[in-house]
């Protein structure tokens, strides 16, 4: 039997850790995954789904996550039922087994200072001056060798 799932999509709030009875450390939280296609009126469509993360990923994921980051999941589908006063009440939630940052700190605000921009020759030049390999390969393709 094959049960996996990967997933991308983004966090719909800040995640919290919780810990067990046993101290094992848990998140839970909600991914939102863009459905492909809109709906009548034009509108994008996104599914919530609910996804469980444990241990150290638990702790790495509430300490540099917030809401609205992008992540990555791999892991397995995973229903429990649990009595409520209102009855019996059925979870299905993706069991996280890895956890990808897919976005660096300062792109999910705006807030980030930007790196300097360097032009392609600027670029060029830093790279050529450090690099011995380029000498070379200057002379081996001199502008009169080339048949155009």
Not at 7 to 14: A, F, M, Q, S
Not at 99 to 116: C, H, I, M, R, Y
Not at 119 to 146: G, P, V
Request: one cysteine or more; charged letters at 30%; a negative charge.
């Amino acid at each position: 039997m094959i049960n996996r799932v990967i997933l991308v999509g983004r966090i719909t709030k800040d995640p919290e850790v919780k810990s067990t009875q046993s101290n094992i450390p848990v998140v839970s939280f909600t991914l939102a995954v863009n459905r492909q296609f809109s709906d009548q009126s034009g509108e994008k469509q996104a599914d919530f789904i609910q996804c469980v993360v444990w241990r150290k990923q638990a702790e790495n994921l509430a300490r540099f996550v917030k809401k609205g980051a992008l992540l990555g999941i791999e892991g397995r589908i995973q229903t429990r039922q649990y009595e409520a006063d209102n009855g019996t009440r059925y979870v299905t939630e993706v069991v996280c087994d890895s956890v990808q940052f897919l976005e660096s700190k300062g792109d999910s605000t705006n807030s980030a200072p930007e790196a300097p921009q360097t032009t392609y020759k600027e670029e060029r030049r830093t790279s050529a001056d450090n690099d011995e390999f380029y000498e070379t390969s200057k002379q081996l393709a001199a502008e009169e060798d080339l048949p155009f």
